[in-house]
């Protein structure tokens, strides 16, 4: 399996509260993304990032920003959360651009 | 923006039966990701088809690729209980950087 953690596994907040969720691989892949998974949707790209202090948005960005201080760490950061950020959210990692992504294990948030 | 279809969204169907599921994309693109999931679980890769034509098989699972169609099949051979997951189909756009593209998701359910 590859090396990527999710931290925390579950969380469960209010609104208004700013959230932190991280990722971190032991793989040393460049690539990096988040998504978050709801029914319906499938899995939509909130940001991803092709490097240190490289980032990009994505399908469903706005109210999300991410972090890359590091090649084995990303972090996505809900600034004010609202009840419709309630989701699964996975992050993944690639090595080359054609390769296939490796999900980590996701991350369950309500916010109520 | 990329689009990726897929059909059935539901799919019963009965041990040692076969099925195709399909999955429809909107623009050029000449690589395509298969992934399965379980109930609660992250996602696996089982299939990366890189050209047109390519064709992967997999146990009881075999993907191919039409590019000129912008087409992919996971076809299913003689269905096991196992096999009862979600699966999805995912696109890379040529304008969209290194961003996937997922389709919603094909649940399937294997009856004994």
């Known amino acids: 399996d590859a090396g990527i953690t999710q931290s925390p596994r579950h969380k469960v907040t209010e609104t208004g509260t700013p959230v932190t969720l991280r990722c971190h691989q032991t793989e040393n892949h460049r690539y990096m993304y988040w998504y978050r998974q709801d029914p319906g949707h499938g899995l939509r790209l909130i940001h991803y990032?092709?490097?240190?202090?490289?980032?990009d948005k994505g399908e469903v960005s706005d109210g999300y920003s991410v972090s890359r201080s590091k090649t084995e760490d990303f972090l996505l950061t809900l600034e004010s959360a609202t009840s419709s950020q309630t989701s699964v959210y996975f992050c993944a990692i690639r090595e080359t651009p054609r390769a296939e992504q490796f999900f980590g294990p996701g991350t369950r948030l309500t916010v109520l | 923006e990329l689009k990726v279809e897929q059909n059935p969204l539901f799919l019963s169907m009965q041990e040692g039966k076969n099925y195709t599921i399909y999955c429809n994309y909107s623009?050029?693109?000449?690589?395509l990701y298969w992934y399965r999931q379980d109930p609660g679980k992250s996602l696996e890769s089982l299939f990366v088809?890189?050209?047109?034509?390519a064709v992967k098989q997999e146990g009881r699972l075999m993907a191919s690729l039409d590019t000129k169609a912008r087409l992919s099949t996971l076809h299913i051979t003689a269905a096991v209980h196992d096999l009862s997951a979600t699966y999805f189909c995912a696109v890379d756009g040529w304008d969209t950087g290194n961003q996937f593209y997922f389709g919603t998701g094909t649940s399937l359910t294997v009856i004994p």
């Open positions: 990032s092709y490097g240190v202090k490289d980032t």
């Open positions: 088809l890189l050209s047109n034509g």
């Open positions: 623009t050029t693109s000449d690589r």
